[in-house]
């Protein structure tokens, strides 16, 4: 994973998912906008307060630094869930040229190039999945609910429903999200990765400096999640940017509350 700036726009990109030179695809960050205050200043939520016209301006500046139409976004509001949309061109603009119709989906697919999709993060994990043979992307959101539920695993398992992917051809990244450095968490929580997913131990571990607390390793819980969904560990890429560390480049629910901007994932195939 890489850093890249252009027209002062800070945003990630994934080597493997690059390489794959069918799509185009980003991580943004909170830099190169026009948002002020606490959305300072690439924030790209209309639901947090913000003026709609710099979120506007907003999207239309990290698009054009990654080759993409804003026009064409399709976007809605996630739930914490595992539920999954096949998105066609007639989607297209949903939720910014015209209001969304698709809400409570936090994964979408799609066979069809130029259907830029988004999802929305600050702190929850965005997974990107690229079928190099099949020419199909996916891009879920899994915040530490959707992980628990396998989020992952729903994602290819729906790319293999549609459009008959074979996990051995999915290019997958995991982005910057919470990481175990700040994933402090109680036992409830720990009890449900438990529940749902033996494995989770290797990845759950006390909190030295708080009696009864836990950290957890999202991104390891989630690599573990595609590996048994069939994708090969060597075609996933896995990011070391925790949003909560980093807030001169991410906006963190965790460190910054209701109050704040969002970042957003966006994964596009070419024409």
Not at 32 to 43: Q, T
Not at 112 to 120: A, W
Not at 213 to 227: A, H, P, S, T, V
Request: glycine share 8%; with cysteine; net charge negative.
């Amino acid at each position: 994973m890489k850093l890249c700036e252009k027209n002062g726009v800070k945003f990630f990109t994934f080597e493997n998912i690059e390489k794959t030179g069918i799509v185009n695809h980003c991580f943004s960050t909170r830099v190169g906008g026009v948002s002020e205050g606490k959305f300072k200043s690439l924030n790209l939520a209309y639901n947090c307060g913000d003026n709609g016209e710099s979120v506007t301006e907003n999207f239309k500046r990290i698009c054009q630094a990654n080759d993409m139409d804003y026009t064409k976004m399709v976007f809605g509001k996630q739930i914490h869930d595992t539920k999954i949309k096949n998105v066609t061109t007639g989607d297209c603009g949903c939720g910014v040229v015209f209001e969304s119709n698709i809400d409570g989906f936090d994964g979408y697919i799609t066979n069809q190039p130029d259907v830029v999709l988004v999802t929305f993060h600050a702190d929850c994990v965005p997974l990107f999945f690229v079928d190099t043979v099949k020419k199909v992307i996916a891009l879920s959101h899994s915040g530490w609910k959707g992980t628990v539920r396998k989020m992952a695993k729903a994602t290819v398992k729906e790319m293999q429903t549609v459009f008959e992917c074979n996990p051995k051809d999915i290019v997958a990244a995991i982005g910057p999200s919470i990481g175990e450095c700040c994933f402090q968490v109680d036992k409830p929580v720990v009890d449900e990765f438990l529940t749902e997913m033996e494995f989770a131990s290797k990845y759950i571990r006390n909190d030295q400096n708080a009696e009864g607390k836990f950290k957890i390793d999202l991104w390891g819980i989630n690599r573990e999640l595609m590996i048994e969904a069939g994708i090969l560990a060597k075609n996933i890429e896995v990011t070391d940017y925790c949003t909560m560390c980093h807030d001169d480049l991410f906006y963190s629910h965790r460190k910054m509350g209701e109050e704040r901007g969002s970042l957003a994932a966006f994964l596009s195939l070419k024409s």
